[in-house]
């Protein structure tokens, strides 16, 4: 059964245009509001410091309620490294609180998790690509940060994104990603502690509709993301769709 999820985020950057949104984290209900504001700013010639705030709100599973619980708030700081015109490394740090309401989980969860990643951008003519590798280490723990069933989750992504300018004053753009996930998750059972097999967990695909505005310097997105993930309680994959906007203002701060 797929599910309509309904999320909206705001971010503003500073110092370089900003080429991806801020996207919501795996939540439970039928419906979902997501609120972001991050920053990205510019510390030198090579280096890019960028962080962001979110929260949301969603549903229950049976019904469509869009603020009827709470859902997770996160915090995450990212800088970035130019190595060179094509390649970016990068170093993040990222704290979640997440709320469930089911028989499976605690009444909530906290999670910090590291993430290094290599990026690789190059054009073809006006066309821009770009993809990345990604590992996250993500450390669990129940209310309180005593110990959780799953302590630990070893998750690696790639991601491949594709920009074209519709017009050549660069101002309307159509943007898809795809994005593949892997995992495998330390358990805790009574009899010891269990690793699990190292699997696809989960897809991300997207299309977006770009808009650049020069009055203020920023960015509209609006789009729509097809998600494919494994639920852990029953091993079977599900389907979300996720409409997203966001709104990307460019150098507030910048002196002109």
Not at 135 to 152: E, I, M, N, T, V
Not at 180 to 190: G, I, Q, Y
Not at 228 to 243: C, I
Request: net charge positive; aromatic share 16%; glycine share 6%.
């Amino acid at each position: 059964m797929v599910k309509a999820i309904l999320a909206g985020f705001f971010t503003i950057a500073t110092a370089l245009p900003a080429c991806a949104q801020i996207t919501a984290q795996g939540q439970g209900g039928n419906d979902v509001l997501w609120m972001a504001f991050g920053i990205e700013q510019k510390l030198g010639k090579r280096w890019t410091n960028k962080n962001a705030i979110a929260y949301s709100r969603h549903s229950g599973e049976d019904d469509l309620t869009l603020l009827e619980q709470s859902g997770v708030f996160t915090v995450r700081e990212e800088i970035v490294y130019r190595i060179s015109r094509h390649f970016k490394l990068s170093q993040g740090v990222f704290y979640a609180g997440r709320n469930y309401y089911d028989a499976e989980h605690p009444s909530y969860i906290n999670e910090i998790r590291l993430y290094p990643r290599l990026y690789h951008e190059f054009n073809a003519g006006r066309i821009r690509f770009s993809h990345y590798i990604r590992a996250d280490l993500r450390f669990f723990s129940g209310p309180g940060f005593r110990q959780y069933s799953k302590p630990f989750e070893l998750r690696n992504r790639y991601n491949m994104k594709v920009s074209v300018p519709l017009d050549k004053n660069e101002e309307h753009f159509i943007t898809g990603i795809t994005e593949f996930f892997f995992a495998t998750d330390t358990k805790l059972r009574p009899e010891g502690a269990m690793q699990t097999p190292y699997d696809f967990t989960e897809n991300r695909t997207s299309f977006f509709y770009r808009r650049r505005l020069k009055d203020p310097d920023m960015y509209f997105d609006a789009g729509v993301m097809f998600q494919t993930w494994k639920d852990s309680a029953t091993g079977n994959f599900r389907e979300t769709v996720l409409l997203q906007v966001d709104i990307i203002l460019i150098d507030p701060f910048h002196r002109k």
